[in-house]
């Protein structure tokens, strides 16, 4: 399973941007799907979580500003933000956990490569 990122670049505070995540592979179902960040000498931080029915979860900081969805038929997340902020600022990674049929039922967690988010005047 594979996650592909894209959307990232660079906007000025008050701008928007679009994340996507596509997920490819032997993918059964996609139960819940994330996106997280990380700033320069931070810990990686949850941003918003999704579960196939659609319930969500926003860190505090992103609440109101961010918002995050899914497409379950193209095995995708997406993560509209809004508002933006220089302390928005990082790597934006998605993740997701994944139940896969080969000869047997394989659960997994898997990430995404990050892609750039930077707010800046």
């Known amino acids: 399973v594979q996650l592909q990122a894209s959307g990232g670049g660079m906007v000025q505070p008050g701008g928007s941007l679009g994340l996507s995540c596509a997920a490819s592979?032997?993918?059964?179902?996609?139960?819940?799907m994330g996106w997280y960040r990380q700033a320069p000498g931070e810990q990686r931080e949850l941003v918003a979580t999704?579960?196939?029915?659609?319930?969500?979860n926003y860190a505090d900081s992103v609440k109101g500003r961010f918002t995050i969805s899914r497409d379950n038929a193209k095995n995708t997340a997406y993560l509209q933000m809004n508002s933006l902020k220089p302390e928005d600022t990082a790597v934006y990674y998605c993740?997701?956990?994944?139940?896969?049929?080969?000869?047997?039922?394989?659960?997994?967690?898997?990430w995404g490569r990050g892609t750039q988010v930077t707010v800046s005047s």
């Open positions: 999704i579960t196939s029915g659609g319930s969500t």
């Open positions: 993740n997701a956990d994944v139940l896969s049929h080969l000869e047997s039922w394989v659960a997994g967690n898997y």
């Open positions: 592979g032997i993918i059964s179902v996609i139960n819940d």
